[in-house]
């Protein structure tokens, strides 16, 4: 009967829409989550990644600018050892704020790694440093360059490497984590064109019910054979 038949085409259609609806919801789901993990992502390129290597520019210019005062002060008469220890200071003081800025975003092992070997390298040049001005206010000058030139150089240079070091994983986890972004703008997209093709599925069903119940409010018409 055609009723009956009506009747079974609903349930189908209505296990059809249940697993659309089911499907529309855990797409839904996973659209917000690709969306959670790229703002996440965007966000750590700036904070974790773009601002550090900003800092690491700071770093390596502050380092520099110690360098140039050192030997500017050893080699020349025109600056007087205190002139030379408070502009130091002041480096030092950037260089200390600069690395505990660093020190509180996302780091990768290897950039920990790198980070606690630059403050290593750092803490102990500044050591060196102190003992070289020392050396130069109690002696000479000749002395506390020989002293810098035979370990002060080298330690400020390996700084310097370790910065280096520090700004390649920077670009290389960048690096990831736009590729990563890129999946997940990918993986958005597609999932975007399921739903629009379920949604067109959705259509086609809701008509084909609107249809079988056209089909079984039409009277039986009943024919006699003479």
């Keep these: 009967?055609?009723?009956?038949?009506?009747?079974?085409?609903?349930?189908?259609?209505?296990?059809?829409?249940f697993g659309i609806m089911l499907m529309i919801v855990i797409f839904s789901?996973?659209?917000?989550?690709?969306?959670?993990?790229?703002?996440?992502?965007v966000t750590s390129i700036y904070n974790d990644r773009l601002v550090p290597a900003t800092d690491i520019f700071y770093l390596s210019e502050h380092l520099y600018g110690k360098r140039f005062l050192l030997e500017q002060f050893l080699l020349t008469n025109k600056s007087n050892l205190g002139e030379v220890q408070a502009q130091l200071d002041k480096h030092n003081q950037e260089i200390s704020e600069l690395i505990t800025r660093f020190e509180k975003t996302y780091l990768v092992d290897e950039e920990s790694r790198y980070l606690k070997n630059l403050?290593?390298?750092?803490?102990s040049y500044n050591r060196l440093e102190a003992d070289i001005l020392t050396l130069s206010n109690r002696?000479?000058?000749?002395a506390a360059l020989a002293l810098y030139e035979s370990k002060g150089r080298n330690n400020l240079q390996d700084g310097i490497r370790q910065l280096a070091l520090l700004t390649r994983v920077?670009?290389?986890?960048?690096?990831?984590?736009?590729?990563?972004?890129?999946?997940?703008?990918?993986?958005s997209?597609?999932?975007s064109n399921l739903q629009i093709i379920l949604?067109?599925?959705?259509?086609?069903v809701v008509i084909s019910l609107?249809?079988?119940?056209?089909?079984?409010?039409?009277?039986?018409?009943?024919?006699?054979?003479?």
């Excluded at 002696?139 to 000749?142: A, L, M, N, V, W």
């Excluded at 590729?179 to 990918?186: C, E, F, L, P, Q």
């Design 29 to 41: 789901f996973l659209e917000r989550k690709n969306m959670a993990d790229i703002n996440k992502s």
């Design 119 to 123: 403050k290593n390298t750092v803490l």
């Design 199 to 204: 949604s067109i599925v959705t259509g086609l």
């Design 1 to 17: 009967m055609n009723w009956t038949f009506a009747i079974q085409q609903k349930i189908k259609a209505a296990a059809i829409l």
């Design 189 to 191: 997209s597609m999932i």
């Design 139 to 142: 002696e000479s000058k000749k």
């Design 210 to 226: 609107v249809f079988a119940s056209r089909i079984s409010s039409k009277p039986e018409q009943n024919y006699h054979l003479n």
């Design 170 to 187: 920077q670009t290389n986890v960048g690096s990831q984590l736009i590729k990563d972004s890129n999946g997940k703008v990918a993986s």
